[in-house]
């Protein structure tokens, strides 16, 4: 789904896409392309990673690593990796857990994994409706990204601020290290979510000037 | 710190406190008491804990379960226990990790400790600055409550709103399972306070009205 909603926004914004998944052919990926016009392809984890310029990461948290080695690390070697995963784990029911956190992220698995990609988490922080259009939450409201490549950071900002995002709303939370903080974010924004009954929710920075 | 400065506001609102620690007669705490006027005291932390119509954890979160042993189970009985305590642990270094997450929080482990008490955890996600004065940030912002006792949360609330916590602004995440987020937000709240470099600082809950 996470796929599908930013596949869908990124052909309308005039990108190319290709939606990978385990093989090339999966019934799902083949009817999104099919209905998203000339722009939409599907393939395997490796097609999509070879052909595009920058890879979108919107696999399960607890896959992801996993569908990333099946789409090989030359294919993403010096490519900017944008991870909008959650390593959610729901095996042992609900509320869920998460398989990393505390010591270490899946951003920073993934980063450690691929050391020639360009990775930058983004958007784990909302659902994916909000994620390509922020204007579904009222009022301003904040998007993080955390990465160790400053020119990929820059161009995941001109991406978010494609999908609506006002640039003074991004907020950089410095190296790769702080995916941390924003997947040990989601058991909040899962009370946050039972609380008010709408995932068309975010939060907003509020400082000193 | 938290505590001096959460007793001094507390006795600045016309309450009386009893600051706690390991053993009466703290240099810090007799020093606080001292110079805080007529309602302020000091002793051990079950002297606190016996005086006290409510009582508030502002111990290290990795030292709070032995704090309250040592404040003493039938001090706490029928209490509401305030927890604005997180479980950072730096032993290994920074940033710290939480020594307890994911499938457990501090406030849940106080309130399996202490049946009989009425635990809520509040006020863990701002600085103590910002806890007694949300006016330091500017804006509206954000405050959480979590506990399973619906009147410990209505007596927090208007403690909190006795601080200047507008009513509307104050955010019911529900049963004490409530804590984790709220504890498991600090690794994002530390990454915010390097980012912005103030820790005058919190989030807003925007949402879909």
């Known amino acids: 789904m996470v796929g599908r909603t930013l596949a869908t926004r990124l052909v309308a914004l005039g990108h190319r896409v290709t ?14 392309a099919a209905g998203a016009g000339e722009a939409a392809a599907e393939g395997s984890f490796a097609d999509a990673a070879a ?16 569908a990333l080695v099946s789409a090989g690390a030359d294919n993403l070697a010096g490519k900017v990796v944008v991870d909008v995963a959650n390593p959610l784990d729901v095996s042992a029911g609900l509320p869920p857990t998460l398989s990393v956190c505390n010591t270490d992220s899946l951003g920073e698995q993934i980063q450690r994994r691929f050391p020639s990609a360009r990775v930058v988490k983004t958007l784990n922080t909302v659902n994916c409706e909000v994620m390509v259009d922020p204007s579904l939450v009222p009022g301003s409201h904040t998007m993080f990204v955390a990465g160790n490549d400053a020119p990929a950071k820059a161009d995941v900002r001109a991406l978010l601020e494609s999908f609506g995002w006002p640039a003074d709303d991004i907020v950089d939370l410095g190296d790769i290290a702080g995916a941390r903080g924003m997947e040990m974010y989601l058991p909040l924004w ?15 920075l509020a400082r000193r000037a």
Chains 1, 2 share one sequence.
């Open 19 to 32: 939606m990978g998944s385990r093989r090339a052919g999966n019934e799902a990926a083949a009817a999104w």
């Open 190 to 204: 899962l009370r946050f979510w039972q609380a008010t009954g709408t995932g068309h929710l975010n939060v907003k």
């Open 51 to 66: 052909r595009g310029d920058l890879v979108v990461n919107a696999t399960a948290g607890t896959a992801s690593v996993a």
